[in-house]
């Protein structure tokens, strides 16, 4: 063998380095790359800057952004750039050719890119007749390779058949191969092509065996699916035999137990037809084809729904009243509705069911509300929430023709629920909306239409269903997203929210003893009194419902259960008192209106109703020397706004009268503003407290703080009705006003108030403002006098008293 240890030294280069990720370039390679780190282009500018050489040398680890000298292998391929191109996006694309292996000697320090001292490797390129021998073997192999691996290809053989070089071979041939990284790179640090080509053959060897295995699975592969064709094809040839010889005993066993289904089912004469000409259909067809399937699953809809059956409605109403009571506190009007159907029912035999839609702030009892009335009449209870619902198809059904087809939620909930007189709540009917496939609440408008559902078609059953017998409950928090079309067919019942004596109660009656037995204690270990549960719905709640409330309960009775079982007692007891409350839930969340300590000038207390009950609305005027500008502040609404100028302009008309001289308006600015400003605030009912304000602030006369009202304002001093009276009396109670302002014409309202409110309250009903500030503001006997009853001079002319008629006086009722 000759000696290879006194080879030549090669001369060492500077070149710039360029990292490459998953690939491996050989020499006598020309490759296309793309790059896009700036280190890397940096690398590339730097060569196109000389000789065009660079050196390129694959990273340990692909996933690596910015590798170190230690992240890249020390010996890669000298090569020259032909060509490089900048493209849009800001990389690089460069061709370059391999031109021979070279190790790097040491790092170069450079900030831009990898700068490197290389030094060539000298391949040991003597041919033996070991080496030829190895070159035939490669040849013969890769020519395998080739035939088993299409993506080569085969004008590859012609032109490896020609080389002679030993080296040059091995790196033509590896380069082709799916070889890993290491295996390659392996490949191009061995220096000897002997051992380079021996390496190369054991690894094609390797992916020859791999290649064949996986062809070996692919032909498997195709046998197996050819094999079950073949059983498809003999099946197919079997049922046709059994046609002809009629040996269908199993299916023609089905059609005979649907028959018998048929004639026990109470149907209408028009579903019976229907089914007995689906069976006749369903028996010529073969029991295998798609279409069977089709028809037998629509005959078994129409069997599974309850025609005709019905559950025996309870016709005691002291019960049924017992039951509604015991379920949910207050709600009269409802509970009033359904007693009323239930005394009429036991009246008549067949009546129609009533249509109703609750309407109110989520967390009062309106779902809850459809299960108890459901419990009151001994009926069953199927709900259907139609929150988000915006396919038409989604109600009716879709119609046969569509693969997988189905009825209506309407008719799958009938199904299930197994009666044909449910009652059937439909929630958040609110909650629907429309697209192109349809609009659902068009849909609804058959069904909850008492002249018309008793024909309800569904687009699948293509047959009538009488939904008369159903009781339709529908619930919403808003009545403007329900289209007024099915509005029209619905008996709305409005659910207010509850009062905080409705709360109370509820609390009392139900939210403590279902948190208590939810959270594991027992009536020994917990106690709520009753100022700890006002202190809950007060300072740590703001809604209409109980939903909060009842949250706070559970969150002090787990804070109640964890002591107790901490606790070496377990009989541990715990009374939960307003600093009790403190101490669990932390700083309370909220504050409420509370009358004020003295009594101040333009300082006037007025009412507001809001969606989680009444509140006590501060109103503040202040007077400055000025020309005459208004300024309204506190987040006011238009008609807020209004008010405010419509009372400005009352207590001009008066000026006179109230000792305030004709052009006093001229000579002071007068600013009014409603505390916390960043609440939005609407609506008229603030007029009377406006004007009160004013009157006060000019007079300079105090507003009694014990005195709270409200009431709509006219130009001429006359008071109009307001709504959500009952709210407002109830925010004035809790807040420890003793005297209430009202317009005379809510007078009818003061029914609704529970008679301990009104024994503690002053109600005063009035007409006029005059009679609002003679009772508001602290007068001395000497300012009385100005508020004696006497026409305001608006310039619109003279009063004339006329008497009227009987007819005129009913009239003018009618219209109150």
Known sequence: MPEHTHRPVAERVLVPLLPLRDIVVFPHMVVPLFVGREKSIAALEEAMGKEKDILLSAQINAKTNDPKEEDIYNIGTLAAIIQLLRLPDGTVKVLVEGKSRARVHQYIPNANFFLVEVEPIQEEREVTIETEALMRGVKSTFEQYVKLNRRIPPEMLASVSTIEDPSRLADTIVAHLALKLPDKQNILEITSSAERLEKLLSLMQSEIEILQVERRIRTRVKKQMEKTQREYYLNEQMQAIQKELGERDEFKSEIAELEEKTKKKKLSAEARDRVMKEIKKLKMMSPMSAEATVVRNYID?????????????????????????????????????????????????????????????????????GRSIARAMG??????????????????????TYIGALPGKVIQSLKKVGSNNPVFLLDEVDKMSMDFRGDPSAALLEVLDPEQN????????????????????????TLPAIPMPLQDRMEIIRIPGYTEVEKLEIAKRYLVLKQREANGLMEKHIAFTESALKMVIRRYTREAGVRNLEREIASVSRKVA???????????FV???????????GVPKFHF????????????????????????????????????????????????????????????????????????????????????????????????????????????????RDVAMTGEITLRGRILPIGGLKEKIL?????????????????????????????????????????????ALVLDSSKVKLFARTPPKTGGGNIVKKRLTREEKEEAELAI
């Open 301 to 369: 809809w129409i069997l599974s729904l309850p025609w005709d059956e019905m559950t025996k409605d309870k016709m005691d109403i002291d019960e049924a009243e017992k039951i509604l009571d015991e379920d949910h506190y207050g709600l009269e009007q409802p509970k009033e509705r359904i007693i009323e159907y239930l005394a009429v029912r036991s009246l008549v035999d067949k009546m129609k069911g009533p249509i109703l839609c609750l309407v109110g702030p989520p967390g009062v009892g309106k779902t809850s509300l």
């Open 379 to 400: 009926r069953k209870f199927i709900r259907l929430s139609l929150g988000g619902v915006r396919d038409e198809a989604e109600i009716r059904g879709h119609r046969r």
């Open 454 to 477: 008793h024909t309800f078609s569904d687009h699948y059953l293509d047959l009538d269903y009488d939904l008369s017998h159903v009781m339709f409950i529908t619930t919403a928090n």
């Open 562 to 572: 964890r002591e107790v079982a901490k606790s070496e007692k377990k009989d541990k």
């Open 575 to 585: 009374r939960i008192t307003p600093k009790k409350v403190a101490q669990y839930l």
């Open 593 to 704: 209106g509370i009358a004020e300590d003295v009594d101040q000038i333009g300082l006037c207390t007025g009412l507001a109703w809001t969606e989680v009950g009444g509140e006590l609305l501060t109103t503040e005027v202040s007077v400055m020397p000025g020309r005459g500008k208004l300024t309204i502040t506190g987040k006011l609404g238009d008609v807020m706004q209004e008010s405010a100028q419509a009372a400005m302009s009352y207590v001009r008309s008066r000026a006179e009268t109230l000792g305030l001289g004709r052009e006093f308006y001229q000579k002071v600015d007068i600013h009014i503003h409603v505390p916390e400003g960043a609440i939005p605030k609407d609506g008229p009912s603030a007029g009377i407290t406006m004007a009160t304000a004013i009157s006060s602030a000019l007079l300079k006369v105090p507003v009694r």
């Open 731 to 775: 925010a004035a109670h809790r807040g420890k006003i003793k005297k209430i302002l009202i317009p005379k014409e809510n007078e009818k309202d003061l029914k609704d108030i529970p008679k301990k409110i009104l024994k503690d309250l002053d109600i005063v009903k009035v007409e006029h403002m005059d009679e609002v500030l003679k009772e």
